[in-house]
Nanobody, 123 residues
Framework: QVQLVESGGGSVQTGGSLRLSCAAS????????MGWFRQVPGKERERVAL????????YNSDSVKDRFTISRDNAKNTIYLQMNSLKPEDTAMYYC????????????????WGQGTQVTVSA
């Protein structure tokens, strides 16, 4: 059974930091690109950061790239998103996703999805 379990969300003030984790099981983790997406109610889900099987990364914007870092630990079947200098506009439900390859994950979204973890940044 495929599972992606996110954790680490919470409420912080502007400028604060959070580290999200996503523990994966039920599929060959090392052969899947992984990523973080986020969604605000009433808006489409958007890419945040992706990481390939080999550790190459892609970020949705320069603003995210300058503040967030995606990483993966293949020994633990886990990915992380270190988020620094958080802003109110980062407030969203953050989802972990797994895809076959990085471009597919970027253009089509994930093959598997987690349930999400809420991040709230107050001004």
């Amino acid at each position: 059974q495929v599972q992606l379990v996110e954790s680490g969300g919470g409420s912080v003030q502007t400028g604060g930091s959070l580290r999200l984790s996503c523990a994966a099981s039920g599929f060959p983790f090392t052969s899947h690109s992984m990523g973080w997406f986020r969604q605000v109610p009433g808006k489409e889900r958007e890419r945040v950061a992706l990481i390939s099987t080999g550790g190459s990364t892609m970020y949705n914007s320069d603003s995210v790239k300058d503040r967030f870092t995606i990483s993966r630990d293949n020994a633990k079947n886990t990915i992380y998103l270190q988020m620094n200098s958080l802003k109110p506009e980062d407030t969203a439900m953050y989802y972990c996703a797994a895809g076959g390859d990085l471009i597919g994950l970027w253009t089509e979204g994930g093959k598997y999805w987690g349930q999400g973890t809420q991040v709230t940044v107050s001004a």
